[in-house]
Each structure stands twice: as C-alpha cells, then as structure tokens.
C-alpha cells in the first residue's frame, strides 16, 4: 500500500498581532543588545501578497484607507509576499517624530513615513522563530527596494551611554532595546524587547479630580498663565492605591463649589474631553496644591501627552 504525502500548504501573508516591548526605567547593557530608536506614532503591521497591499493597527484594524501612500508604496516591493512590522510616524521640521502632527494627519503638510524595523514572513515562510539577527539581515536586504515613504528603521549595536547622550541631544522619544537573539512572539510582552521614554518633567496645578467610589480616577491638573489657571491634563497614570489614599486625604480639605479653570468645558474630542457631562462627575478644588508630573511631550495648544503622577509638592 503505497501512503500518500500530505503536504502542508505554505503559510500567505496575514496580520500577525505584533509583539510588544516592556517599558522599564532602566535600558539593558550589554553585548546581547541592540539598540533602536523609539518611534512616536501608530504601530502598524503591513503586509504584501501579489498586488494587495494592507495596513493593520496593532489590535488588527485595518489602516489602509488612513494611509494609501503608504499603501502605495508597498505595493511596489517586488516580489511581494511579505508581512512587516513598524511605526506610522508624522515628522516635524527637524525630521522628529510628532504625535500631534500625525493626529492631525488629515490637514497636516508635514510628511508622514513607515519606520519598518522587522520582517514577520516572506516568499511563504513565517520567520518568526528566527532570531532577530537573521530577521535583521532579511530586512536589510529588502531595505534597498525601499522608497519613501517606506524606511528602514535604524539599529545601532553601540555602548549605551553615548546613544543616550545623543538622543537626549536630538530631542527624540527615546530608545528600544531588543535582545539579539530574540524570537518574535505574537501578541506577547517580553523582556527581551524592553523600551525607555526621555520624557520631560514639570510642576502643576491641582485643580480638581474626577470622582469615582470613596476616592478618584484621576486629578484634574493646569499651570497659571497670568493669574487665569488653564487646564492641562487629567492624570490617571502612576498612582498606587496607597499614594492614591494619601493624595486623596492631601485634598480633601481644598474642596469647592467651584470650577478653579477658566477653559472648561472642553469641547468633545473622541469622548476624552472634559466636556460639560464629564464635569458632573468632578469635585472641584482650591488651586493651592502642586503636583510633580511626568510627560511626554506637549500639545500645540499646551496639553500634555501620557503624563504620570511623580508627587505631591508644597
């Protein structure tokens, strides 16, 4: 009896959830690292079979129509049948990553690139269980066929410290480092990709917080401009639920009927702005207590971005 080979068909190109970085306060060092530039903008899994060309955001909706330029140009890597993974990123006019510009796409002037920093399948085969060394090598030599608005990410396998220095200099987000050996593992965290974020720091104005149970979800912060008290952000992030009770038992006393901010309501934005029904669940307060934060970056109109509570000040 003669048995029949069942051949397992070959793998296409498909949306594979990408593999996410761990955000520490300290970068790893060491001959196993390398080192990649933190891009500020929207993950996005691309991939190429024959003449279709699609965009996925990171939980897998599809971004095509958001960006066809860049659709168009990965269209025209020949041969296709690849799937790629990196950062929709806006650019300033010092070639920087700007988050606010790349939320304004629709309007902006500003250019707006694909970063590609790794290759999940190619010609039929899922490379996911290569280490990222040899996933590197495959990159680079696709990268010649690369045309704007398709780049490739840049890797620097170098000490720590003067990358560090330099992007500090430059003004740029911040840095990734990635194990090189590390296989790449869908939808996982790992602390073989591990990210840090050169934020900025500054003092503010607690002006209320959003109740929510016997406590708050988040303070509602702003800065003087003149003697008026603009708001900035409504913080969540960086509170464990000890610091939370001991903010909370910090305020209690500088409770008041009214609204410290001349600039709210805000209008809706998405439903994540201070609008006139999110303010019902406010209790405002006596603008005489500060706050260290945490951020990013800032706002054309002075918000902040990802901001995390450090501490009370006097």
Request: proline share 6%; net charge positive; aromatic share 8%.
């Amino acid at each position: 009896m003669v048995q029949r080979v069942v051949r397992q068909p070959k793998p296409r190109p498909r949306f594979i959830e990408p593999m996410e970085c761990r955000r520490v306060s300290r970068l790893p060092e060491g001959r196993d690292w390398l080192y990649e530039i933190k891009q500020d903008g929207y993950r996005a899994v691309a991939l190429v079979d024959g003449r279709t060309a699609l965009l996925y955001s990171m939980s897998g909706l599809d971004y095509t129509r958001e960006f066809p330029h860049v659709a168009f140009a990965l269209r025209n890597l020949k041969p296709g049948d690849i799937v790629l993974d990196g950062e929709i990123v806006a650019l300033d006019e010092h070639g920087r990553a700007s988050f606010q510009e790349l939320q304004n796409r629709k309007s902006t002037k500003r250019p707006i690139v694909y970063y590609i920093f790794d290759v999940l399948h190619r010609r039929g085969q899922d490379l996911l269980d290569l280490p990222l060394t040899s996933r590197r090598k495959i990159l680079e030599s696709l990268a010649p066929r690369f045309s704007d608005p398709l780049r490739l990410n840049p890797q620097f396998n170098i000490a720590l410290g003067p990358l560090i220095d330099e992007v500090k200099r430059l003004g740029l987000e911040g840095i990734v480092a990635k194990r090189s050996s590390s296989l790449y593992l869908p939808g996982k965290e790992s602390d073989a990709w591990q990210k840090h974020r050169f934020n900025e720091e500054g003092e503010f104005v607690i002006g209320g917080y959003v109740a929510a149970g016997r406590r708050f979800s988040s303070l509602i912060v702003g800065e003087y401009r003149g003697d008026k008290l603009h708001y900035v952000k409504r913080v969540a992030a960086g509170f464990t639920p000890h610091l939370r009770d001991q903010v909370y038992r910090e305020l209690e006393s500088l409770r008041t009927p009214e609204c410290p901010f001349v600039d709210l309501p805000e209008r809706s934005r998405s439903g994540h702005g201070l609008t006139a029904e999110k303010m019902r669940e406010c209790v405002w307060l006596k603008p005489e207590r500060r706050c260290e934060l945490e951020f990013v970056e800032r706002t054309r109109e002075g918000r902040l971005r990802h901001a995390v509570f450090r501490k009370l000040v006097s």
